[in-house]
């Protein structure tokens, strides 16, 4: 508007192609504008649905390999391959149209201005105009009018940038979750008492209801059951992953929930412990960030792993074997001054041996600690003070 303003102390007419000519483009931009939000949100969810997936297939590619599905699996990534190939393509057909728009509009501005202005000073045009123009006037005013439409070109990359900004934003922005209230127990192994416990994921059935169970401070307690009777979903509802949809928990005499941040208090060893890319130092440290050298090094010989604390380690494990992947999750518990201990099929798919040495391992790990253990061997039920089967 400042450049139209410009023009318009040398020619208020040609001042005001350059307006009649800006209106329709800022109608055209709108419209390219909309058409481009909706693509380019189509080719994020296009991009987001190939990603996982080969993410997902890559992880998965010892089963797929196993079960000969190579073939089904190029397809599936072939099929998302091409999808998002057609969501770019609109993509760039949508700037593409925004871009002529702006191109034809801007050339036809330029145009208006050096016919009107030719035959202005020729003398020529073929109706009145409230002014006449000498040479250096003409020339002022077409200098101007391109300048008219570059930080219209500059408005048109920034709002496609924003436009795919936005499409992907409901996928980056997550709300942050309310700080969990830190319960403080009182020192030593607490007692855990469940009332009345349902456990429910979503509108499906109940995974386990009106569970009743106390355990003493410093018991071992074995779950037992059949896969699918809510063993893990016990424990993760101590862990604040699983939805307590009935009843009430208490621990050490408070009564709490989920949501009380009852994680500091309780070590973990799942039957798969998650492993990050880095060093076996610092995997283990994961139970206790604090931790230095010789505390890891410690848990670790406790735990039976004797490789260097430097050795690396990817997301898969990185060469480390089912039992040296319990040993690192129990190395983890015993790293962590828990009063609470949590685990989950510790010796499942184990051989004997490997069995024989983590339950030694188990017994050193629940000493002092309340200990809920969810199996299915009953080598590791006859460590237990007491059974209890669901």
């Known amino acids: 508007l400042l450049v139209i303003g410009a023009a318009a102390f040398a020619s208020p007419v040609a001042a005001g192609i350059l307006l009649f000519t800006l209106l329709p483009f800022i109608v055209g931009m709108a419209l390219a504008g909309t058409a481009a939000a909706r693509e380019s949100r189509k080719h994020f969810e296009a991009l987001e649905r190939l990603s996982g997936l080969f993410i997902d297939r890559i992880r998965a590619l010892p089963a797929l390999l196993a079960f000969n599905a190579e073939a089904r699996t190029a397809a599936e990534i072939a099929r998302a391959s091409d999808e998002l190939e057609t969501r770019t393509a609109r993509v760039m057909r949508t700037a593409f149209l925004s871009s002529a728009v702006l191109e034809f509009f801007s050339a036809l501005a330029v145009a208006l201005i050096a016919i009107y202005c030719g035959f202005n000073l020729l003398r020529l045009l073929p109706f009145p105009v409230p002014e006449t123009l000498d040479l250096p006037r003409a020339f002022f005013v077409l200098a101007l009018a391109p300048e008219v439409y570059v930080p219209l070109r500059r408005l048109a990359a920034a709002y496609h940038d924003k436009q795919a900004a936005e499409a992907a934003a409901p996928s980056l922005v997550v709300p942050a979750p309310a700080p969990a209230l830190r319960v403080r127990l009182a020192d030593g192994p607490p007692a855990i008492r469940f009332h009345d416990v349902s456990i429910a994921y979503d509108n499906r059935p109940p995974v386990l209801e009106g569970f009743d169970l106390t355990v003493r401070p410093g018991q071992i307690v074995a779950l037992m059951g059949p896969s699918g009777s809510g063993k893990s979903s016990l424990l993760h509802l101590l862990l604040g992953l699983a939805p307590l949809s009935q009843g009430q928990i208490e621990l050490g005499g408070l009564k709490l929930n989920p949501a009380d941040g009852l994680a500091a208090d309780i070590a973990w060893a799942s039957q798969n412990p998650v492993v990050l890319p880095g060093t ?78 983590i339950l030694g391992l188990i017994r050193d790990a629940a000493r002092g600690r309340t200990t809920l253990i969810a199996t299915h061997s009953p080598t590791v039920a006859a460590l237990a003070d007491r059974v209890v089967r669901l």
């Open 280 to 357: 076996l130092g610092e995997n283990i440290a994961l139970a206790d960030p604090t931790a230095c050298t010789g505390r890891l090094r410690m848990a670790a010989d406790q735990a039976g792993l004797t490789s260097p604390l430097d050795r690396s380690l990817d997301e898969r494990g990185g060469g480390l074997s089912g039992g040296e992947r319990r040993r690192l999750g129990l190395a983890r518990a015993m790293l962590k001054r828990a009063p609470v201990l949590l685990l989950d099929e510790p010796t499942a798919h184990l051989d004997p041996a490997s069995e024989a040495a």
